[in-house]
């Protein structure tokens, strides 16, 4: 299991900014029976295991009382700078079961992509409930058996692993063949023109030759 180094945050105050700029983060870690604690930890650390592991994996903390399994449950990000400001850390029970969100990928080549077709992806995540240790880092979806226009991948047609159970309905599409249909570009009909703007002429000739009573 990954792990995380970090420490507890007690008495920081006005120093976060401070700690920010060395390459720290500050963070805090809850959950049903763990109080919720103020803690801190490098930043550097963190975003290299975020990018690897997202929100659907348990990884443990270490450095405090006692090691914590937990799910990177919030991350805040700094609105001017886009870099990480802030994380919440759900402590999860043993035993207990959790809903998550899990990514979806996408394997296989599609033979209806052949025939002029096009995949509409509905999904990207699919919303499941297994204890924190048997959570899917992703979830897998074979786009081989799309063949013909209109065929589809429901959340039903998907098998999960032992112990994992989808609450996303299982008539969701999560994946369909779709026609491409060619965009109608309305071209200007320019004989119909043509005709109007020699209509307009001869009119305009006809007033200038009216004498004027």
């Known amino acids: 299991m990954i792990s995380l180094t970090v420490e507890k945050r ?4 006005k120093k976060i900014a401070s700690a920010r700029t060395v390459g720290m983060l500050p963070a805090v870690v809850y959950g049903p029976k763990q109080k919720s604690t103020p803690i801190i930890l490098s930043r550097k650390e963190f975003e290299h295991i975020f990018k690897e592991v997202g929100e659907s994996s348990v990884i443990e903390l270490k450095g405090l009382d006692v090691p914590l399994q937990v799910l990177i449950y919030d991350v805040d990000y700094d609105p001017v700078t886009s870099v990480v400001r802030h994380v919440d850390f759900y402590a999860t029970e043993k035993g207990a079961k959790v809903q998550v969100a899990v990514p979806i990928i996408f394997i296989g080549e599609s033979p209806a992509i052949k025939s002029g077709a096009s995949l509409v992806k509905v999904l990207h995540e699919i919303e499941i409930e297994a ?3 048997k ?4 979830i897998t979806v074979d786009i081989s058996i799309l063949k013909n226009i209109e065929d589809q991948i429901r959340v039903g047609d998907i098998t999960f692993g ?3 159970k989808p609450v996303t309905e299982p008539e969701e599409v999560v994946i369909l063949v779709q026609e491409i249909k ?3 570009i309305d071209t200007p009909d320019m004989d119909a023109i043509a005709v109007e703007k020699k209509g307009k002429e001869e009119e305009e000739n006809k007033e200038e030759d009216t004498p004027v009573k």
Do not use: Y
């Open 10 to 13: 007690e008495n920081l105050g």
């Open 182 to 184: 060619e965009e109608v």
């Open 162 to 164: 032992t112990g994992v």
């Open 131 to 133: 204890e924190a240790t």
């Open 135 to 138: 959570i899917p880092h992703d």
